[in-house]
C-alpha cells in the first residue's frame, strides 16, 4: 500500500475497516492497551508513518479516533499528543472511565465535549481534565448531574483559559461555586447555564459581570432565580454581549431590558420567552437604543455587516406588549423578520400582535392589496 505519497479514499476506508475489526470497548480502549488485528490488515498499517497517521484522524469521527488509539502505544501516544478536539458524547456508558484512561495522555485539547444522555461523568473525571487539560478552551458538560462543586472548584485552578463552558442542566452546582470560577476563568466569552436554577442566581451574575469583560453569549433560560440585579450587572460589566437567552426568568422587569438597551450596542439576540413582566417600555428602549447607537459613538467600530440592531427576539408569552411598541423595535432593526421562512422575531401566544410585521412582510402585504384592488 503505498500512502506516503498522498491519502487514497481506499486507504481511509481501509483504516476504518481496521477500526471496525479491532473491536475494544464501548470506546476501543482495551483493557491492555492493545486490540489484537487480522494478518493481511495489519501488515499493510504496521509501519504507517505517524504524520500520516494523525492525518487521517483527522478525517474520522471520534469514536475512530478512540479505537485507533487502542491499537498499539505508539498509536495511542501519537494520537493522544496530536488531539486538539475530542468527543466523548457518543459514549453511552461508562465515560468516566474512559475520560480517566485518555485524559492523562491528551494534554493538548483545546475542545472537550462530554454532552451525556443519562448521567455518567462524576467529579473524578472532571478533576482530571483540570489536571492535565491546562489548555482546554471549551468544555461541554451538559447533563452531568452526578457532578458537584468539586468539578468548578478545580476547573478554576486547572483551566484558565476556557472561553466556552456548557453545564446546562448540571443541577447540583451552586452559585457560590460558579462566581469562584468566574474569578480564574476570566477569558469565558460563552457560558451555558439553561435550567440550572439553584447556579444561575444574580451573586453569581454580579460575579461573571465584574469578572468575565469578554463574555458574548450567555444562556440563562430558565433560571428562575435571576433578576433585575443580575441582568443589569450583566448589561454594564459585560458590554461585548451580544446574545442572551433569558427565556422563563420570570422576575425580570423592564428595568432589566432597557439596561441591555443602554449597555450592550452589540446585542442581536435576545429571548424574553414567558417574561410576563416585560412593558412597553421595554420595547421602546431596545427601539431607542438601536437610533440612538446608530449615529453615535458605537457606530464607529461596527461594521456594516453589524449595522442591523437585533437578529432575534423571542417575546412568545409577553402578553402586556402592544403592536404599536413591538412595531417600533422591528422598524428599528431591519434584520428582524415574521415573514414566512424567516421568523426571527417570535411573538406565539401574543394574538394582538399578529399585525406587526418586518420592513418585507410590510411590502408583500402592500403588493397583495394592490393586487387584489
Same mark, same amino acid.
Given at each position: 500500500?503505498?500512502?506516503?505519497?498522498?491519502?487514497?479514499?481506499?486507504?481511509?476506508?481501509?483504516?476504518?475497516?481496521?477500526?471496525?475489526?479491532?473491536?475494544?470497548?464501548?470506546?476501543?480502549?482495551?483493557?491492555?492497551?492493545?486490540?489484537?488485528?487480522?494478518?493481511?490488515?495489519?501488515?499493510?498499517?504496521?509501519?504507517?508513518?505517524?504524520?500520516?497517521?494523525?492525518?487521517?484522524?483527522?478525517?474520522?469521527?471520534?469514536?475512530?479516533?478512540?479505537?485507533?488509539?487502542?491499537?498499539?502505544?505508539?498509536?495511542?501516544?501519537?494520537?493522544?499528543?496530536?488531539?486538539?478536539?475530542?468527543?466523548?458524547?457518543?459514549?453511552?456508558?461508562?465515560?468516566?472511565?474512559?475520560?480517566?484512561?485518555?485524559?492523562?495522555?491528551?494534554?493538548?485539547?483545546?475542545?472537550?465535549?462530554?454532552?451525556?444522555?443519562?448521567?455518567?461523568?462524576?467529579?473524578?473525571?472532571?478533576?482530571?481534565?483540570?489536571?492535565?487539560?491546562?489548555?482546554?478552551?471549551?468544555?461541554?458538560?451538559?447533563?452531568?448531574?452526578?457532578?458537584?462543586?468539586?468539578?468548578?472548584?478545580?476547573?478554576?485552578?486547572?483551566?484558565?483559559?476556557?472561553?466556552?463552558?456548557?453545564?446546562?442542566?448540571?443541577?447540583?452546582?451552586?452559585?457560590?461555586?460558579?462566581?469562584?470560577?468566574?474569578?480564574?476563568?476570566?477569558?469565558?466569552?460563552?457560558?451555558?447555564?439553561?435550567?440550572?436554577?439553584?447556579?444561575?442566581?444574580?451573586?453569581?451574575?454580579?460575579?461573571?459581570?465584574?469578572?468575565?469583560?469578554?463574555?458574548?453569549?450567555?444562556?440563562?433560560?430558565?433560571?428562575?432565580?435571576?433578576?433585575?440585579?443580575? %441582568?443589569?450587572? *450583566? /448589561?454594564? =460589566?459585560? &458590554?461585548?454581549? $451580544?446574545? @442572551?437567552?433569558?427565556?422563563? +426568568?420570570?422576575? #425580570?422587569? !423592564?428595568?432589566? %431590558?432597557?439596561? *441591555? /438597551?443602554? =449597555?450592550? &450596542?452589540?446585542? $442581536?439576540? @435576545?429571548?424574553?420567552?414567558? +417574561?410576563?413582566? #416585560?412593558? !412597553?417600555?421595554?420595547?421602546?428602549? *431596545? /427601539?431607542?437604543?438601536?437610533?440612538?447607537?446608530?449615529?453615535?459613538?458605537?457606530?464607529?467600530?461596527?461594521?456594516?455587516?453589524?449595522?442591523?440592531?437585533?437578529?432575534?427576539?423571542?417575546?412568545?408569552?409577553?402578553?402586556?406588549?402592544?403592536?404599536?411598541?413591538?412595531?417600533?423595535?422591528?422598524?428599528?432593526?431591519?434584520?428582524?423578520?415574521?415573514?414566512?421562512?424567516?421568523?426571527?422575531?417570535?411573538?406565539?401566544?401574543?394574538?394582538?400582535?399578529?399585525?406587526?410585521?418586518?420592513?418585507?412582510?410590510?411590502?408583500?402585504?402592500?403588493?397583495?392589496?394592490?393586487?387584489?384592488?
Amino acid at each position: 500500500m503505498a500512502m506516503k505519497g498522498g491519502l487514497r479514499s481506499e486507504d481511509l476506508e481501509s483504516f476504518k475497516k481496521l477500526m471496525v475489526f479491532s473491536g475494544g470497548l464501548d470506546g476501543g480502549v482495551s483493557g491492555g492497551g492493545g486490540v489484537e488485528m487480522g494478518g493481511d490488515m495489519s501488515a499493510q498499517w504496521k509501519d504507517i508513518p505517524m504524520e500520516l497517521l494523525l492525518r487521517i484522524v483527522t478525517l474520522v469521527d471520534d469514536k475512530t479516533i478512540i479505537r485507533a488509539s487502542g491499537v498499539c502505544s505508539g498509536w495511542r501516544e501519537a494520537i493522544c499528543r496530536g488531539l486538539t478536539h475530542l468527543c466523548l458524547s457518543w459514549c453511552k456508558s461508562d465515560m468516566n472511565n474512559l475520560v480517566l484512561s485518555l485524559i492523562p495522555k491528551c494534554t493538548n485539547l483545546r475542545t472537550l465535549i462530554l454532552r451525556q444522555d443519562k448521567a455518567q461523568l462524576e467529579d473524578i473525571a472532571v478533576e482530571a481534565i483540570s489536571n492535565f487539560c491546562h489548555d482546554l478552551q471549551e468544555l461541554d458538560l451538559s447533563k452531568s448531574f452526578k457532578l458537584t462543586d468539586r468539578s468548578l472548584y478545580a476547573l478554576a485552578h486547572g483551566c484558565p483559559n476556557l472561553t466556552k463552558l456548557n453545564i446546562s442542566g448540571c443541577s447540583a452546582f451552586s452559585d457560590v461555586a460558579l462566581a469562584y470560577l468566574s474569578s480564574f476563568c476570566k477569558k469565558l466569552k460563552s457560558i451555558n447555564l439553561c435550567g440550572c436554577v439553584m447556579t444561575a442566581t444574580d451573586k453569581a451574575l454580579q460575579s461573571i459581570a465584574y469578572n468575565c469583560k469578554e463574555l458574548e453569549t450567555l444562556n440563562l433560560g430558565w433560571c428562575e432565580n435571576v433578576g433585575d440585579l443580575g %441582568v443589569t450587572s *450583566l /448589561a454594564y =460589566g459585560c &458590554p461585548n454581549l $451580544r446574545a @442572551l437567552d433569558l427565556c422563563g +426568568c420570570v422576575l #425580570i422587569t !423592564d428595568e432589566s %431590558v432597557i439596561a *441591555l /438597551a443602554n =449597555g450592550c &450596542p452589540l446585542l $442581536r439576540s @435576545l429571548g424574553l420567552y414567558y +417574561c410576563q413582566n #416585560i412593558t !412597553d417600555r421595554a420595547m421602546y428602549s *431596545l /427601539a431607542q437604543s438601536r437610533v440612538r447607537n446608530k449615529h453615535g459613538v458605537w457606530h464607529s467600530i461596527k461594521s456594516r455587516n453589524e449595522d442591523n440592531g437585533l437578529v432575534n427576539l423571542n417575546i412568545s408569552q409577553c402578553t402586556a406588549l402592544t403592536p404599536s411598541a413591538v412595531q417600533a423595535v422591528c422598524d428599528s432593526s431591519p434584520a428582524l423578520h415574521t415573514c414566512p421562512g424567516r421568523h426571527s422575531l417570535i411573538k406565539s401566544g401574543c394574538l394582538n400582535l399578529t399585525s406587526v410585521r418586518c420592513a418585507c412582510g410590510i411590502h408583500s402585504h402592500r403588493t397583495a392589496s394592490t393586487t387584489a384592488h
